[in-house]
Every structure is written in C-alpha cells, then in structure tokens.
C-alpha cells in the first residue's frame, strides 16, 4: 500500500479509428488490435472511453471490442455494440460514452481496441490522467 495518496498529474487524451480489412472475433489473441491509449510511468486513470461511428455502420452493427495488454497478452475489458447508422450531414451521429471508476493502467500497460466487422469506421476515444 502507497505512503501517499496518488493524483492526477497529466491530463491523457487516446484516440484512435478502427476500421479493419479483417474481421478480429477472437476474445483473448486478437490479430487486428489498435492502440488507444498508453499508461505514463506512474500508471494511468481512465474515466472514460468514447465511441462515434465515423463512417457507414452495416445492417446489425459492429461490436467494438476493448483489451487491456500488458505488452505480451490481451485481457478482454468490455464489449460493445455499436448500431448500425450511416451519418449524414443532417443528422447527428450518436456517440456511445462508457465511464469506469476503476480502470487504473500500470506503467506498461495500454488500452487497445478491435471491431468485429470488416471495415466499419469507428472513432475510439479514452479520457483520463496519469498518476
């Protein structure tokens, strides 16, 4: 247990679109995983995690997938479906906020994300701090 109490030192803003030429359903080795967000050295708070379909989402959606990975294995964290929409200049597009009270990454660890669909464009954003 820590002697003193760890805060907020760095603001941390991840962002990254997944949109991959393979489907990746695989729960614990995905092969297609992009990098959202990266811990700093004291380790990384996470409060939020976003996603906003950027582009057409096909009939019965996509499933956005999010890893935690320590540099060698994926640990599955969440799973979400993401509607099928095709946005428009007429039309807001709905994002799909996740909040976690607990999502603390260690130095080393990042948050990564997959999709289940081939190239469905979704934007993956993460807000947090680092320690």
């Given at each position: 247990m820590a002697t003193a109490p760890a805060y907020a030192a760095t603001p941390?803003?991840?962002a990254a679109v997944i949109s991959n030429s393979s489907a990746?359903?695989?729960f614990q080795t995905p092969s297609h995983a992009t990098s959202v967000a990266t811990a700093g050295s004291s380790g990384t708070k996470i409060t939020e995690v976003d996603l906003l379909p950027?582009?057409?989402?096909?009939?019965?959606g996509v499933v956005v997938n999010l890893y935690l990975y320590?540099?060698?294995?994926y640990y599955l964290l969440d799973s979400v479906l993401v509607p099928a929409v095709t946005p428009a200049t007429q039309q807001n597009v709905t994002k799909i906020p996740l909040y976690y009270d607990n999502l603390v990454l260690p130095n080393g660890?990042?948050?990564?994300?997959?999709?289940t669909v081939v190239t469905q464009a979704v934007q993956v954003s993460a807000f947090g701090a680092s320690l």
């Amino acid at each position: 247990m820590a002697t003193a109490p760890a805060y907020a030192a760095t603001p941390l803003i991840g962002a990254a679109v997944i949109s991959n030429s393979s489907a990746d359903t695989n729960f614990q080795t995905p092969s297609h995983a992009t990098s959202v967000a990266t811990a700093g050295s004291s380790g990384t708070k996470i409060t939020e995690v976003d996603l906003l379909p950027v582009g057409t989402i096909s009939s019965g959606g996509v499933v956005v997938n999010l890893y935690l990975y320590n540099g060698s294995t994926y640990y599955l964290l969440d799973s979400v479906l993401v509607p099928a929409v095709t946005p428009a200049t007429q039309q807001n597009v709905t994002k799909i906020p996740l909040y976690y009270d607990n999502l603390v990454l260690p130095n080393g660890w990042s948050l990564y994300a997959t999709e289940t669909v081939v190239t469905q464009a979704v934007q993956v954003s993460a807000f947090g701090a680092s320690l």
